[in-house]
């Protein structure tokens, strides 16, 4: 077997990919010869680009098809192919995807305002099959790779700019946690060069410093799960990677000593009671910090990420972070739902992208839509919970008459009053993740003009003007 195609399917089997072997050696052979000739900017043969393409798809678990989908991506813009060609040979599904992708292969981001038709296209489609975003993660993160060997500034900044503004975004709200950190730090790494040096010189030093420290609780932490018959554990050292380690540093004005999970200690366990078995036996032993116990269990975040976060006091009275959670639930946090682990398995949606569907419906142009993206993709997002413990997805400084809408338009229209944390709070809140929030509403109560001016949702906003509209007061 050819060495690239050994490789390929070499990380399909250690990643447990179901695959057919001849679909992906014949996709693999089709795609080689259609490139036949073709090269890149940097001088290597233009096919090494869709095969290390199809590689990152198969490192991140995705389905044959997107990886068969991968290979081909590129033969529809750039080859004599047709989607007819691809139809007949590998399958309806990986030509809808092959043609998605081509189609967006066309877009040129030259900054939100002029991208709104051609992300409203993206996105849309996207709801309908999100193995055409799939594949532009992987080929962007593979042209990010390369990106010194284009000679235009210009578009060596669009290219990052694009990608750590849209691109990572997408893949958090996927909750694509490994392609979302690559999008990150190798956009970073283009757009503020000497801050992403800064970073990744407090990186090596910490690591350095504290490398066998994290060794050692490791081996002790394995010692403690041992004795107490905890089954088929993995403990691990997780470093932050540097994009993900600047905004912490921004936030706390670059005071190291306030940053607690640049390495941190990670278990991962069979199922779900053995995750909180986990934590009661590092509790008892270690003392942990108060407010800094997080169970991303109970309440996921709205993009399914689901672990436990403690921090703990260790030798010398060192800090540091411990996440637990079940060998499923990394998979789903590192490679979203739709890695081949759980794309099966019933109950699990993209209910973010399928939502897009509606948000295409009730746009009535391409200003709006942009308006509605910037509300709900563009923002950082925080969570909030219901008296019940249900988790709802808000962006960075919604209020609760955004929480309001977001349970129920009548809700909204409704809201009296609010409780965040069992006090009484003002309507324009800027709420903060972890809260809990309740609506006292009244019945002949109506929604006020003023709140157009401090809501930050899309659907908050719509509904609002709506109600007004109705009572031609608008």
């Known amino acids: 077997m050819e060495k690239q195609l050994q490789e390929l399917v070499d990380v399909m089997n250690s990643s447990h990919i179901e695959f057919n072997l001849k679909k992906i050696e014949d996709a693999f052979y089709f795609a080689k010869t259609k490139h036949e000739g073709q090269l890149r900017m940097s001088g290597e043969p233009y096919f090494n680009h869709v095969f290390e393409t199809a590689k990152i798809l198969a490192e991140n678990k995705f389905t044959e098809d997107i990886i068969v989908s991968g290979l081909l991506h590129d033969t529809l813009e750039d080859t004599n192919t ?57 080929d962007r993160i593979h042209n990010l790779k390369t990106l010194e060997y284009h000679n235009n500034p210009e578009k060596i900044e669009r290219i990052a700019k694009e990608s750590l503004e849209i691109y990572s975004k997408m893949a958090n709200r996927l909750n694509i946690g490994n392609m979302q950190a ?69 936030r706390k004005d670059f005071d190291m000593s306030q940053i607690y999970d640049i390495h941190a200690v990670r278990i991962l366990v069979m199922d779900e009671s053995d995750c909180y078995r986990v934590l ?14 997080k169970d991303y269990i109970a309440n996921p975040k709205p993009n399914g990420y689901q672990s436990i976060h ?37 109950g699990l949606s993209l209910d973010w992208l399928k939502d897009l569907n509606s948000l295409h419906k009730t746009s009535g142009n391409n200003d709006d839509f942009l308006e509605s993206l910037k509300l709900d993709l563009f923002q950082n997002r925080i969570f909030v919970l219901t008296p019940n413990g249900d988790a709802i997805d808000l962006p960075d400084g919604a209020t609760p008459v955004d929480f309001a809408y977001c349970v129920h338009n009548s809700v909204g229209n409704r809201c009296y009053q609010a409780k965040i944390n069992g006090k009484i709070a003002t309507l324009d809140y800027h709420l903060k993740n972890g809260d809990v929030v309740e609506i006292i509403t009244k019945k002949n109560d109506d929604p006020q003009k003023n709140w157009l001016m401090f809501v930050k949702t899309s659907s908050a906003r719509a509904a609002i003007k709506k109600w007004f509209k109705l009572k031609n007061l608008l």
């Open 82 to 138: 047709t989607g007819d060609e691809i139809k007949k040979m590998f399958g309806e599904n990986v030509e809808y995807i092959v043609s998605g992708v081509t189609k967006l292969g066309k877009i040129k981001y030259r900054g939100k305002e002029r991208y709104a038709e051609n992300l409203r296209k993206m996105l849309t489609r996207a709801a309908s099959n999100a193995g055409v975003l799939y594949i532009k993660f992987a």
């Open 182 to 250: 690559q999008l990150e730090d190798l956009s970073f790494k283009f757009l503020h060069p000497d801050e992403y040096k800064r970073v990744e010189k407090i990186l090596q030093q910490e690591e350095a410093k504290n490398s066998k420290y994290v060794d050692g609780i490791i081996k002790k932490i394995s010692k403690l799960l041992y004795e107490n018959d905890i089954k088929d554990f993995n403990v691990s050292g997780r470093v932050k990677h540097i994009y993900s380690l600047y905004k912490k540093l921004q």
């Open 280 to 293: 009661g036996v590092i509790h008892k032993n270690y003392k942990p910090m108060p407010g800094r116990i």
């Open 310 to 346: 403690t921090t703990i006091f260790c030798d010398k009275n060192k800090i540091t972070e411990v996440q637990i959670r079940t060998y499923k639930m990394h998979d789903m946090n590192e490679y979203g739902v739709s890695s081949h682990a759980s794309y099966k398995e019933k």
